[in-house]
């Protein structure tokens, strides 16, 4: 069974609109991690962010933020006012207690801004 | 920044042909990983290491192997290339200590295999 879905496989936006990026997962642990890594078209994935199963607090960086809601396993990623350089494979990824260090990734997401 | 080096970046090669991807790692990192990815698609864990003398293989079934000899070096063989190992293979490493499993994974820029 898939742990992480990102069932956007595919966005479009015109550049300046907000946009969200789903990212669903599945776990029996009570200690993991959420991440979010952009692949540019270089193909190098950089992280962005991290967060603990402890800690619901959503997050604000720049013109990201990210909403985490345990109730609905969801992990969310908004860009606010998108800009082309934002154009981009977006993964999300789970990591376990259980399984060590070993990454769960999603499908990814096709950001495609156009200016 | 992450100091994880990939080699070579690109490769065209002919079926039969014996292939190492070269990685390596200068931030002391236990924890060593080899993906695989095709392009636009999600990453597939093959091999993983969590130290010298320590490896595993991944949830996706491969034909390579790989060996964890120094601590900063994982390279990944392909004995008999063919051209379903067209992809793109990605390195990761990450540390133990702080937060183990919440360790940030940190990518190579990943050589783009092609076999003809």
């Known amino acids: 069974a898939q742990k992480v879905t990102q069932a956007q496989t595919e966005i479009s936006v015109v550049e300046k609109e907000d946009v969200t990026l789903d990212c669903v997962y599945e776990?029996?642990?009570?200690?993991?991690?959420l991440f979010w890594y952009k692949q540019p078209p270089s193909g190098e994935l950089v992280f962005l962010i991290r967060?603990?199963?402890?800690?619901?607090q959503n997050e604000i960086s720049g013109r990201y933020s990210w909403n985490f809601q345990k109730s609905t396993s969801s992990f969310n990623f908004t860009i606010t006012a998108s800009q082309v350089v934002d154009s981009a494979v977006y993964f999300c990824a789970l990591s376990e207690v259980n399984t060590g260090n070993q990454f769960y990734f999603g499908t990814g997401t096709s950001l495609t801004v156009i200016p | 920044e992450a100091d994880i080096y990939q080699t070579p970046r690109y490769l065209v090669i002919g079926t039969g042909k014996k292939i190492t991807l070269e990685c390596s790692q200068t931030?002391?990192?236990?924890?060593m990983y080899w993906y695989q990815q095709d392009p636009g698609m999600e990453l597939h864990l093959i091999h993983y290491s969590y130290g010298v003398n320590s490896t595993e293989k991944g949830d996706l079934s491969s034909e390579s192997t790989v060996s964890r000899i120094r601590t900063e070096h994982f390279p990944l063989t392909l004995e008999s290339a063919r051209p379903s190992h067209t992809s793109q293979y990605l390195c990761?490493?990450?540390?133990?200590?702080?937060?183990?499993?919440?360790?940030?994974?940190?990518f190579g820029p990943g050589t783009r295999l092609t076999v003809l």
């Open positions: 776990t029996r642990d009570t200690t993991y991690y």
């Open positions: 931030m002391g990192h236990d924890k």
């Open positions: 990761a490493s990450s540390e133990s200590l702080g937060q183990g499993p919440g360790n940030e994974q940190f």
């Open positions: 967060r603990n199963s402890f800690d619901e």
